[in-house]
Structure formats: structure tokens, C-alpha cells
């Protein structure tokens, strides 16, 4: 078992960066890949972007390719996700995700996902 806790987000202006962090509990942290997915009022969840657990491997949705980028410190147990030149369609509730498999991957599937955090909210005003 594994507990994720999201932070970060805010409300920021279209433009502006932000930096989501992710902390994991307990000690396998190393083996899990990790992912980032949004979610809006009426919208199914939407992958963002993944991890490999080696860090090798990472996989990007269209839309935030060359503005995201995410990284892990398997040391500090936390997954980040960098945001910049933010924009309004941008705005939803951020989750984080643990992959359990011993495959190593970066998924854009949530139904792969075993653990999934509370979420924080980002907000992009135009």
C-alpha cells in the first residue's frame, strides 16, 4: 500500500508556471512508475503525462508536450510535475498515480494505476 499526497497547485495567471509535487509513502517508492492525470466538472480523468519507476521513460499527452515535464527523486519519494507557459484550458484538478507492475513503463492508461492521490487543484485565468 502507498499513499499519495499532491501540492502545488494554485491559481496563476495564463503564462505562469507552476511545479506539482507528489510525496509517496513507504520504502518502494523506486518501483513504482508514476503518473499525472487532470480531471474536470463533467470530464472523464485525462492522462497528462508518466514515468518510468527507473525515470528512463516518459510519456507526454499531445497538448502539454514542450510545456510539462516530469521527473521523479526516488531519494526524496516524489514525483513533479513542472508546468509552464500555463494555459486556461489547463485549469482542473491535478492526480497523481502509482503503477504497482513490475513492468517497466510509462502508461497513459489510468486503469493501470493502483494508487491515486486526493488531487490539488490548478486554476489558469486568462
Known amino acids: 500500500q502507498v499513499q499519495l499526497v499532491e501540492s502545488g497547485g494554485g491559481l496563476v495567471q495564463a503564462g505562469g508556471s507552476l511545479r506539482l509535487s507528489c510525496a509517496a509513502s513507504?520504502?518502494?517508492?523506486?518501483?513504482?512508475?508514476m503518473g499525472w492525470f487532470r480531471q474536470t466538472p463533467g470530464k472523464e480523468r485525462e492522462f497528462v503525462a508518466a514515468?518510468?519507476?527507473?525515470?528512463?521513460?516518459?510519456n507526454y499527452v499531445d497538448s502539454v508536450k514542450g510545456r510539462f515535464t516530469i521527473s521523479r527523486d526516488n531519494a526524496k519519494n516524489t514525483v513533479y510535475l513542472q508546468m509552464n507557459n500555463l494555459k486556461p484550458e489547463d485549469t482542473a484538478v491535478y492526480y497523481c498515480?502509482?503503477?504497482?507492475?513490475?513492468?517497466?513503463?510509462?502508461?497513459?492508461?489510468?486503469?493501470?494505476?493502483?494508487?491515486w492521490g486526493q488531487g490539488t487543484q490548478v486554476t489558469v485565468s486568462s
Open positions: 498515480a502509482a503503477d504497482r507492475s513490475l513492468f517497466v513503463r510509462a502508461s497513459h492508461d489510468p486503469k493501470l494505476y493502483d494508487y
Open positions: 513507504g520504502r518502494t517508492f523506486s518501483n513504482y512508475n
Open positions: 514515468i518510468s519507476s527507473s525515470g528512463i521513460s516518459t
